[in-house]
């Protein structure tokens, strides 16, 4: 885990989880690499496997909520570019989760790369996560294709 991240970070990254948790728990074509995937995630969260293994046994536990607007999905998405980068190895599976995710959120595939790109810079930059959280938030014209 990611010891500069602020309560207020993880706390996001773990609500854009768990709603992406509950989103695949939906899908029961949802492949075994698309549920390692989340797994791992959980793990660098720190979320228990005896608690993932007992939301995964009992979905109804995580209701899916759908973000209320663009801003609000950006945001998710964000979060989770920001799961797939926290370890310093991304993995195509997990630009694969984000992506399709992404996609039924109604953003477009270049959204996550754009995501991607400026969490990179921001790292080579010293800017924090919060502030190009908040970047993205204010100016989200920057990252999604209107």
């Given at each position: 885990?990611?010891?500069?991240?602020?309560?207020?970070?993880?706390?996001?990254?773990?609500?854009?989880?768990f709603?992406?948790?509950?989103?695949?728990?939906?899908?029961?074509?949802?492949?075994?690499d698309?549920?390692?995937?989340?797994?791992?995630?959980g793990?660098?969260?720190?979320?228990?496997?005896?608690e993932?293994?007992?939301?995964?046994?009992?979905?109804?536990?995580?209701?899916?909520?759908?973000?209320?607007?663009?801003?609000?999905?950006?945001?998710?998405i964000?979060?989770?570019?920001?799961?797939?980068?926290?370890?310093?190895?991304?993995?195509?599976?997990?630009?694969?989760?984000?992506?399709?995710?992404?996609?039924?959120?109604?953003?477009?595939?270049?959204?996550?790369?754009?995501?991607?790109?400026?969490?990179?810079?921001?790292?080579?930059?010293?800017?924090?996560?919060?502030?190009?959280?908040?970047?993205?938030?204010?100016?989200?014209?920057?990252?999604?294709?209107?």
């Amino acid at each position: 885990m990611n010891s500069s991240l602020t309560l207020t970070s993880l706390a996001s990254l773990r609500k854009s989880y768990f709603n992406v948790l509950a989103f695949y728990m939906l899908d029961e074509n949802s492949c075994a690499d698309k549920l390692s995937c989340l797994l791992k995630w959980g793990a660098e969260l720190e979320i228990s496997k005896s608690e993932l293994l007992r939301l995964m046994k009992n979905p109804s536990l995580l209701p899916y909520q759908s973000p209320e607007s663009t801003i609000d999905a950006l945001a998710q998405i964000y979060d989770l570019v920001y799961m797939v980068y926290m370890d310093g190895i991304v993995e195509d599976v997990e630009l694969a989760v984000v992506t399709e995710y992404a996609a039924q959120l109604g953003l477009e595939p270049c959204t996550v790369n754009a995501l991607l790109k400026a969490l990179v810079a921001a790292q080579l930059d010293g800017v924090t996560n919060e502030a190009l959280r908040s970047d993205i938030i204010v100016h989200p014209e920057v990252y999604v294709e209107a």
